[in-house]
């Protein structure tokens, strides 16, 4: 059996843009890191940068990007 999400339910899809319509400038203006994302936090992880940088890291190398590739 699908769940709504599956099925594409427009009520959940439509809560989801809600919530990040309403979350996102805040994010932005408050956050100093200027991230909506969480970090990862690894053992030797000790701040919330280092955290959001090892999250941008692990996404960058689940890319297989390689020379002359760009992540905007």
Same mark, same amino acid.
């Given at each position: 059996?699908?769940?709504? @999400?599956?099925? =594409?339910?427009? @009520? +959940? $899809? @439509? %809560?989801? %843009?809600? *919530?990040?319509?309403?979350?996102? %400038? /805040?994010?932005? /203006? $408050?956050?100093? &890191?200027?991230?909506?994302? *969480? +970090? &990862?936090? +690894? ?7 280092? @955290?959001?940088? /090892? %999250?941008? #890291?692990?996404?960058?190398? =689940? #890319?297989? &990007? +390689?020379?002359?590739?760009?992540? &905007?």
């Amino acid at each position: 059996m699908k769940n709504q @999400a599956q099925q =594409g339910d427009k @009520a +959940g $899809d @439509a %809560s989801v %843009s809600a *919530y990040y319509d309403d979350v996102t %400038s /805040r994010f932005i /203006r $408050d956050s100093h &890191l200027r991230t909506i994302h *969480y +970090g &990862l936090w +690894g053992p030797d992880t000790k701040t919330e940068e280092e @955290a959001v940088i /090892r %999250s941008i #890291c692990k996404l960058v190398d =689940g #890319c297989h &990007l +390689g020379p002359g590739k760009r992540v &905007l």
